[in-house]
């Protein structure tokens, strides 16, 4: 039982690995830019809300949010190579 989840647990962890390698090389843009929010959403947002500050928790979530809007306005305008 127990090698049959470790063995479907490292399936999925596989699968979205290269999922993850695949989306990497194909939307280079849409990749930092999540990236940058993520990272962002780890430095500024998490904190906000474990201090229980509604306005920064409010920039955070606009900080979060404006690399991936910028991604999809200039992946509109770059084309992958």
Known sequence: MFRKLTG????AVLRAYVALQVFAT?????????????IIAGG?????LANEQLAQALAGVGAVALPAAMAEYTRSKVTPA
Not at 8 to 11: C, K, L, P, R, T
Not at 26 to 38: C, D, G, I, M, N
Not at 44 to 48: S, T, W
């Open 8 to 11: 479907f647990i490292n399936h």
């Open 26 to 38: 194909t939307e280079p843009v849409r990749f930092r830019a999540y990236l940058t929010s993520l």
């Open 44 to 48: 500024v947002l998490v904190p906000a």
